[in-house]
Nanobody, 115 residues
Framework: QVQLVESGGGLVQAGGSLRVSCAAS????????MGWYRQAPGKQRELVAV???????SHADSVKGRFIISRDNAKNTVYLQMNSLKPEDTAVYYC?????????WGQGILVTVSS
């Protein structure tokens, strides 16, 4: 009942910036929180940042001070602004909606940071 469509991935040089977007449609008001995850080759998927329905944000230590999660309620869209990118940030990035019954995932987009 909730669908997530991601956009904005691509290739960026180390030290650069990139913003990825996640547009939600469907039963928007049933979403408790939204988050961004990433999965690098050969590694487990990890939580990057979370924003609750009340607007409270939290970021993983590895990205704190560099990445910022935000939302535009008018567009039903959540963003992840990624600054000072490092090669180790290279991963497939997934947005997720936390529902009462579980998580709904976006399709995943590749972010590649070149050294």
């Amino acid at each position: 009942q909730v669908q997530l469509v991601e956009s904005g991935g691509g290739l960026v040089q180390a030290g650069g910036s990139l913003r990825v977007s996640c547009a939600a449609s469907g039963t928007i008001f049933s979403i408790n929180a939204m988050g961004w995850y990433r999965q690098a080759p050969g590694k487990q998927r990890e939580l990057v940042a979370v924003i609750t329905s009340g607007g409270t944000t939290s970021h993983a230590d590895s990205v704190k001070g560099r990445f910022i999660i935000s939302r535009d309620n008018a567009k039903n869209t959540v963003y992840l602004q990624m600054n000072s990118l490092k090669p180790e940030d290279t991963a497939v990035y997934y947005c997720a909606a936390d529902m009462v019954y579980g998580k709904v995932w976006g399709q995943g987009i590749l972010v590649t940071v070149s050294s």
